[in-house]
Every structure is written in C-alpha cells, then in structure tokens.
C-alpha cells in the first residue's frame, strides 16, 4: 500500500538499510529505513488480529519481497528490526499475551519473519522501539540517555542508558508506566493488569477517563456532565481536553492533576537514571507542543519535578514531547537493527584483529 509520506529515492539512500516492522492491534508499519534514517519504501497494512500471526507475518513478508524486488535493493539490507506489544518473551522471540492481540498468545514470531525472509531479527518492545526512534532520530538525538513515556490507553516506557535499551532479565525493562506514585490502601488500579497506584492508573487516557468519571458522579460540575450517559457521547480523554481547552474547570484541573502524577512517576525515574532527556509520546498529550493545554500540562509535570528533585539535576534535565509521532516505532526498530548489525560488524573485526 502506497502512502503520502515522503520518501528518499534508493538512488540517493546511504546503505545499508534496514525494515522495521511495527506490530499494532489495527495495523502493521512496515519501513525500509537507511543508514542514517531516511525512508526509502513505506506500507501499512492491516493487522486482521483474528486470522492469526502466521498469516500477518505472511502478509509483511510478501509486501516486503514485493518492495525489494520494485526496487532492486534486497543485497544491501542484512537484518529486518520487528516491534510489538508485549508481554513477551525476548530472548525466545515470543509474544506472550499482549492484550490488543488475544489470537496471537504463545507465538515464535521472530522466528517466524527470520524464516519467511531468510534474514536475522531484531526484536523489541514496542514502547521500547519507539524510544529507540526518539533517541536515534527524534526528541532525543544526540543525548547520551533518555527516557521515553508513551501515554495512551496505558502508558508504555522505554529507557536508554548509553546507548543500550533496557529491556530487563523477564522482558519486562522499561515498564515505566507501572512504577508507583501513590502506595495509599485507596490509590486507583490500572485499567491494563489491574495494578493499584501505578502510574498508567493516574496519566493514561483511560486513568483520566476514570478519575473525572469519579470527580463528576461525585457532584463536580462540568460540561462534561453530558458524556456519563455513554454510547457516541462516552467520555474520553480527549473529550477532557477539549473541555479545558474551553475553559472548563473541573477539565483544567484534571490536567493539571495528570501533570501532577507524572511528575511524581518522572522525579522517581530521574533519581534512579539520571538520563539528561524525558521524552513523552503517545496521543494523550493534552494538545501537545504549542498547544496552550499541552504546554500547561508539560509546565505542571516540570513544576512537579522541580519541587522534588535537586537544582542541578532539575537545570540539567529537559522535559520534552515526542516528535517522530506514529513513526517513532518502524523507525525505531529499523534503527536498532541497525545498532545490532553495527555492534556484529564490530566484534567480527575485533576477533579477527586478535587471530
């Protein structure tokens, strides 16, 4: 499938290039990424969850066959990067038991690509990939470290320390969005896994969604009001920003709020990394950069840390929006492909210097 995205001719790519593959719950990314991270071939194809993984991971690999053979390119890409939701397994290549993807529990999909392109895989998390894509390209290129908050339907973390992804002994590295912020017998639970205090249940959409839902059958007044009765007028998170951006009170103070748990989550993540850049991502950004709503949401999570954190360290952190937006995850794990087939050159040299 073509797309409207632009794309640098093979003709004037720096080789070698990279696919990265990102595994959505709707769709599937599939870019072919250059050496230095300009995009040659771009398709997005959907993810038909139902027909199984197999049957996905045969559809990348004819779009990818397809694609290489249009441009004539095949020889000059040694290694495919493969991103999707967890839980999973990494050092096995299995997904687990991601959520968004109930027909794919217990599946060898890295292995599966390997075979069906004849070509080694990278495998990733996808928060972890679209961090990887920041770090390499985007909000936090040039910086040593990083972290990257993903605030959506959860909130997904990826974590970069010299240059090297966090990805934990049980895959389970970078889950940012499951640290706790409030350890109180009464603190919210996680909509995802059902953990109490965590972050994700105080800064995702749908941790939002539930703390005004609480604040308005409670008494609070709003103009959300109107959307308790559900069905098209449900209550949703960007329906909260909306009503803040109108001036609505309670609206604004749910912002403020969720800017507040951040801050506590980002103070706790700063003191135990010290990463120099916090990089926020994903759709539940209140409007984002520039925006007067974002902007005052950012300024809240700043504040928070301020308050919390030392002088130095505080004057020596920037706090910044995500800006690869839905690309950061193909773009990522082609990039840390790239690392990973970069980090094999290198050693092959080293061991035939010392023979």
Known sequence: ??????????????????WGIDVGGTGIKIGLVDNVGQTLSYHRIPTRESEGPRAAMEHVAKVITDAEQELGIRADIPRIGLGAPGPMDLPRGYLVAPPQLPSWWDYPIRDTVA?????????????????????????????????????????GGGIIVDGELVNGVNSCGSECGHILVDPSPTAQLCVWGGGRGHLEAYASASGVVQ??????????????????????????????????????????EIVDETGFWLGIGITTLVHT??????????????????????????????????????????????????SLGADAGYLGVAGYARKEYLDEQLKTRIASEAS
Request: charged share 20%.
């Open 211 to 252: 703390r005004t839902h609480g604040r308005l059958t409670d008494g609070s007044q709003s103009v959300l009001r109107g959307h308790l009765g559900g069905t098209d007028r449900e209550l949703t998170a960007k329906r909260v920003y909306e009503a803040a951006a109108a001036g609505d009170e309670l609206a604004l």
């Open 1 to 18: 499938m073509s797309h409207s995205k632009k794309l640098t001719s093979p003709a004037d790519a720096k080789g070698p290039s990279f």
């Open 115 to 155: 075979e069906l392109l004849g070509r080694p895989v990278s495998f990733l998390n996808d928060a972890n990939a679209a961090a990887y894509g920041e770090f390499w390209l985007g909000s936090a290129k040039g910086q040593p470290s990083m972290v990257l908050l993903t605030l959506g339907t959860g909130v």
């Open 273 to 322: 990394l010290d990463p120099g850049s916090v990089v926020l991502g994903g759709a539940m950004n209140f409007g984002g950069p520039g925006d007067p709503i974002g902007e005052r949401f950012r300024s809240k999570i700043s504040e928070t840390f301020r308050e919390r954190t030392f002088p130095n360290v505080f004057d020596g952190t920037t706090i910044t929006f995500a």
